[in-house]
């Protein structure tokens, strides 16, 4: 089993409706990360949490919703999207809130707003 | 804040010659430095990491990146190149309690041909 699984790992949605991806890490590790991967441009850093908690968010409009229900899952729950939120969702774990704890990335989900 | 430039959008390389990819940093003092590489459709993977120490690092798949701080570089270098190595690689840098804050560079796709 990979460390970081995603699902789903493909996505088609209507500006309407509410979705949810989610991110299992199986790593052991404390802190867990969303991404966005965009076409042409670098990776944006989305949200972070520690053991739980919400450290970071890096000014994401709140039609993304991030959950961690455990320091194992991480879900970002989708509604009301517009088709500039098409992307390559990221989600990835380390040990520790040090920035030498190197990030271990899931396979993405593929979002397409339609 | 720390920032960082891959000056090649795209490079293309012949199977079993050398590759060279450059990457320059800007941050203040000594920062995390960090190669990951992207296969289509997939997530990253760390290639390798330079924290402090011996400035020549090896990583994975026979890849290494030396850090030169006179001249603000972390190029990754790999000897002879396999029609796997194909992919996208990027660059990152963090810094101490960053929280896996990495900026991320906009990456350099490499094609390999026969």
């Known amino acids: 089993e990979t460390g970081v699984t995603q699902t789903p790992r493909h996505l088609v949605m209507g500006m309407t409706n509410k979705k949810s991806l989610k991110c299992e890490q199986h790593?052991?590790?404390?802190?867990m990360y969303w991404y966005k991967q965009s076409a042409k441009k670098p990776l944006e850093l989305m949200f972070v949490?520690?053991?739980?908690?919400?450290?970071e968010n890096n000014s994401v409009p709140s039609r993304f919703s991030p959950e961690c229900p455990n320091s194992s899952h991480l879900f970002l729950h989708l509604h009301t999207l517009q088709p500039e939120d098409s992307a390559l969702y990221l989600c990835?774990?380390?040990?520790?809130?040090?920035?030498?704890?190197?990030?271990?990335f899931g396979n993405g989900t593929r979002l397409t707003v339609t | 804040a720390q920032s960082v430039t891959q000056p090649d959008i795209h490079i293309t390389v012949s199977e079993g010659a050398s590759l060279e990819l450059r990457c320059n940093y800007s941050?203040?003092?000594?920062?995390?430095l960090f190669w990951y590489v992207q296969s289509p459709g997939q997530g990253l993977q760390l290639l390798l990491k330079?924290?402090?120490?011996?400035?020549l690092v090896q990583g994975i798949k026979g890849f290494e990146a030396e850090f030169k701080r006179s001249q603000s570089s972390f190029n990754l270098r790999k000897p002879s190149v396999h029609w796997s190595d194909a992919a996208e690689y990027f660059c990152?840098?963090?810094?101490?309690?960053?929280?896996?804050?990495?900026?991320f560079g906009a990456g350099t796709q490499v094609v390999v041909t026969p």
């Open positions: 941050y203040g003092a000594t920062p995390y």
């Open positions: 990835a774990s380390s040990q520790g809130q040090r920035g030498d704890s190197p990030l271990h």
């Open positions: 790593l052991g590790h404390n802190a």
């Open positions: 330079y924290f402090s120490g011996d400035t």
């Open positions: 949490y520690s053991l739980e908690e919400r450290v």
């Open positions: 990152a840098v963090g810094a101490p309690d960053s929280w896996g804050k990495l900026q």
